[in-house]
């Protein structure tokens, strides 16, 4: 969704957010400005980290077949997967 539109937009339109793109975001919208180069504050960058973190916790609830997933993983502020070796 926005991270790939936002990457989008500063490979192939130097930072510069189009109004469609805009229309096509539903997180950091309130963060960026039409036929303006986008700037993502420090706090910015914490937040859309932790959304990634989220997104990837409800994938791996979802898998899990957790009880009530999406409200479960909207409470993860950071995850980290590891690989454990099995017996």
Avoid: Y
């Amino acid at each position: 969704g926005d991270l790939r539109l936002l990457r989008n937009a500063l490979l192939h339109a130097k930072g510069i957010i189009r109004a469609d793109t805009l229309r096509g975001m539903r997180k950091i919208t309130p963060w960026l400005t039409v036929d303006k180069p986008f700037h993502i504050s420090v706090e910015g960058m914490k937040q859309i980290f932790v959304w990634i973190h989220q997104a990837c916790a409800l994938i791996v609830f979802e898998w899990l077949g957790v009880e009530d997933a999406k409200s479960q993983s909207e409470q993860i502020v950071s995850l980290a997967l590891q690989n454990v070796p099995r017996d």
